[in-house]
């Protein structure tokens, strides 16, 4: 937040990038050390919510919305709300035990997008400003990324690093390794790239899923009785 004050996007987001790195590291840690309690599930949302939530909306606030007036406060505002209500949810919901999938956008995942495309900003022709603190792209896709946030849409975990899991979902470890990948040779381009894809194919998968149960669905069962009557 220091940094997005200096007008030093590249550092803000970067840095909003390393928190994301600790915060896959603690869960690791906590999971090898069996250390999870309900303290330290409180305490990692609240680090998310300001990691993910505030930094990445003053950030955007800053960088591409603050000559839209009110209403551009309103939008920066959504990462920083629709977060939190998606932590508070996670955490009611949260029985101790780690999924495959999220219910909905993690919420670094959507800090992650945001600083996507400020680093692109400058590089990739769709996302360039108009002018200085005005950058249209942002205000639909902020938007979408909230709603993201608050949806039913099943998100890929992140794998742990391990041979078990390697055997046992070779797709999935394939995929993220080679996402890992295109994220150290091309750096900016390269997480825009990554996450453009893994939300797409979540959304993908969704939309999927709806056709076929809406295809295969018996037009009579309507209350869960296949029974006709006249």
Same mark, same amino acid.
């Given at each position: 937040?220091?940094? !997005? ?10 840095? $909003? &990038? ?11 840690? +906590? ?17 998310? $919510? ?65 600083? +996507? ?34 949806? !039913? ?39 825009? &790239? ?8 979540? $959304? ?22 296949? !029974?006709?009557?006249?």
């Amino acid at each position: 937040m220091i940094k !997005t004050f200096e007008s030093n996007f590249e550092s803000a987001a970067w840095l $909003i &990038i390393l928190a994301g790195f600790f915060d896959l590291l603690d869960g690791m840690m +906590a999971r090898l050390t069996n250390g999870s309690s309900v303290f330290g599930v409180e305490l990692d949302s609240l680090a998310d $919510i300001v990691s993910f939530g505030v930094a990445p909306s003053f950030m955007i606030y800053v960088f591409g919305l603050s000559s839209y007036g009110f209403s551009g406060v309103i939008v920066a505002s959504l990462p920083a709300i629709a977060g939190a209500v998606r932590l508070a949810k996670y955490n009611v919901a949260f029985d101790g035990v780690k999924s495959d999938v999220f219910d909905g956008m993690p919420i670094p995942v959507q800090a992650s997008s945001i600083v +996507a495309i400020v680093l692109n900003a400058q590089n990739v022709a769709f996302l360039a400003p108009d002018e200085p603190g005005r950058l249209p792209i942002l205000i639909p896709a902020v938007v979408i990324l909230s709603i993201l946030m608050l949806s !039913t849409i099943d998100f890929d975990n992140v794998p742990p690093p391990s041979a078990r899991y390697m055997r046992n979902h070779p797709v999935k470890a394939v995929l993220f390794s080679a996402g890992a990948l295109i994220l150290l040779i091309f750096r900016e381009l390269g997480l825009l &790239i990554v996450l453009s894809a893994y939300v797409f194919v979540a $959304i993908g998968r969704a939309v999927y899923k709806f056709a076929h149960a809406v295809a295969t669905a018996d037009p009579f069962d309507v209350d869960g009785d296949d !029974t006709i009557t006249e």
